[in-house]
T-cell receptor, first 111, second 111 residues
Framework: EADIYQTPRYLVIGTGKKITLECSQTMGHDKMYWYQQDPGMELHLIHYSYGVNSTEKGDLSSESTVSRIRTEHFPLTLESARPSHTSQYLC??????????FGPGTRLTVL | DQQVKQNSPSLSVQEGRISILNCDYT??????FLWYKKYPAEGPTFLIS?????DKNEDGRFTVFLNKSAKHLSLHIVPSQPGDSAVYFCAASTSYDKVIFGPGTSLSVIP
């Protein structure tokens, strides 16, 4: 079944830890995105990729980094987590600009 | 500055009545508009979209209206059902650029 997966769903870690949030999709979509969302706020685009070996920063500045070495995989890494990184992180993919398919999200809490 | 605005953070409607969710945008270059629905602890799911060449698009109980001169769109849900209780995000894009999301409106449908 075509889908988009994110792991872990919930993560609580201490300050200074390195973390990687995983995102995989089985739909063969070229375009993938990472959004950050705080409660009651809009989704902010932090990274996107239009294909393998292509990554760009989004509209919201983020200390995270991403990679895209396979079409189906778009992981996000924080080298040193801080409490200000506490948020929900949503991964999405799409065929074209417009309708995007979202994963279930990772809720990150940094203590 | 927010390019996509949803000025009502929340809305309560009786079951069976019409729900009207509003959205305003500032960028006249937007030519594609979408509505997403989000349940707690899940990622957003695409609901309905409209191209700027149309002023109405209908899909079952959901209808989106676009007023380009007013830079305004609305989502009508009729009849509203308790399962429609969720956060609704309005989003907009140009043909060649990223999707911009609004802050969302939390809809509660009261049985």
């Amino acid at each position: 079944e075509a889908d988009i997966y994110q792991t872990p769903r919930y993560l609580v870690i201490g300050t200074g830890k390195k973390i990687t949030l995983e995102c995989s999709q089985t739909m063969g979509h070229d375009k993938m995105y990472w959004y950050q969302q705080d409660p009651g706020m809009e989704l902010h685009l932090i990274h996107y990729s239009y294909g393998v070996n292509s990554t760009e920063k989004g509209d919201l500045s983020s200390e995270s980094t991403v990679s895209r070495i396979r079409t189906e995989h778009f992981p996000l890494t924080l080298e040193s987590a801080r409490p200000s990184h506490t948020s929900q992180y949503l991964c999405a993919s799409s065929v074209a600009i417009g309708e995007q398919f979202f994963g279930p999200g990772t809720r990150l809490t940094v203590l | 500055d927010q390019q996509v605005k949803q000025n009502s953070p929340s809305l309560s409607v009786q079951e069976g009545r019409i729900s009207i969710l509003n959205c305003d945008y500032t960028n006249s270059m937007f030519d594609y508009f979408l509505w997403y629905k989000k349940y707690p602890a899940e990622g957003p799911t695409f609901l309905i979209s409209i191209s700027s060449i149309k002023d109405k698009n209908e899909d079952g109980r959901f209808t989106v209206f676009l007023n380009k001169s007013a830079k305004h769109l609305s989502l009508h849900i009729v009849p509203s059902q308790p399962g429609d209780s969720a956060v609704y995000f309005c989003a907009a894009s140009t043909s060649y650029d990223k999707v911009i999301f609004g802050p969302g409106t939390s809809l509660s449908v009261i049985p």
